[in-house]
């Protein structure tokens, strides 16, 4: 279980989080709400990313704000960014050694990490490709292979469809179902593609102007006339 509880983050004035206390249990959780709501604030707290003024997030009972970053990454704290991170002169199996390294992987392991990562995601063909020849599907595809080859415990996923096609849609869709079968990993999902979320994520949380304004059963939050009026009416 993830505990968020009484979590602040600060930008000079601007409260981004305030004051955010929940419970999440379920394997994949929807993370939704306007522009500027807080989600990718929500994500950087999580990961490291972003100093947080005051509160927790306990994972059975171990606060990993507490940690610093990179011990978060080998814990299991896995993140794609909204904008992705793509190394135009690596590969895509140099993005995924990037991981690797800092998860101190012995060689043995990296090879089996890599072939499944790579296959789990389609991207197989593209082992040896540089970055700069991916094309967008391909760039966000090696964004979630890196964050299943270190063995993820939790895997934030920050507007992941960003830029796809209604047919690359659907693969990321399927790919996302698959990811907590397969790998055991809990998922906080960022989209605005509702139907994504509808689709994924059992229970969803929507955050306005940092501050929680529902949170259950996805299709309860989405019904919600506070949501509906603060966010899909926008
Ligand atoms: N590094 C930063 N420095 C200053 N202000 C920031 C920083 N990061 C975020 N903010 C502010 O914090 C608030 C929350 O931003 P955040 O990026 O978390 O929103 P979001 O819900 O991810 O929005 P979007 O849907 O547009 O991605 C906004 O007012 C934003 O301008
Ligand atoms: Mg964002």
């Known amino acids: 279980m993830i505990d968020i509880s009484n979590l602040t983050v600060k930008f000079g004035g601007v409260v981004a989080l305030d004051d955010l206390s929940l419970k999440i249990t379920d394997d994949v959780v929807g993370l939704i709400g306007p522009n500027g709501a807080g989600k990718t604030t929500l994500t950087n707290a999580f990961s490291g990313f ?21 011990k978060r990454t080998r814990w299991g704290v896995a993140r794609s960014f909204q ?13 995924l050694n990037t ?10 392991l ?12 389609g991207l197989a063909a593209q082992r ?11 760039r966000r595809m090696t964004e979630i292979a890196k964050c299943l080859v270190g063995a993820p415990r939790i895997i934030l996923l920050d507007e992941p469809g960003g830029g796809l096609s209604e047919s690359e849609m659907l693969e ?14 809990q998922i906080l999902l960022v989209d605005h593609d509702v139907d994504l979320i509808r689709d ?29 009026a603060a966010y899909l009416g926008r």
């Open 50 to 70: 972003v100093n947080v003024s005051s509160g927790s997030v306990s994972v059975n009972g171990l606060n990993l704000i507490d940690m610093p970053p990179h």
């Open 99 to 108: 991981v690797l390294d800092a998860k101190g992987a012995s060689g043995q």
């Open 172 to 185: 990321l869709r399927r790919i996302i179902l698959g990811i907590h079968p397969e790998f055991g990993a």
């Open 200 to 228: 994924v994520c059992t229970s969803t949380v929507v955050l306005d102007f940092g501050k929680l304004i529902a949170f259950g059963p996805t299709e309860e939050v989405l019904q919600d006339e506070v949501v509906k």
């Open 83 to 95: 904008k992705v991170q793509t190394v135009f002169d690596l590969t895509v199996e140099e993005h």
């Open 128 to 138: 040896k490709t540089l970055g700069v020849d991916l094309n967008p599907y391909h």
């Open 110 to 121: 990296r090879e089996k990490a890599i072939v499944r990562a790579l296959n789990f995601v």
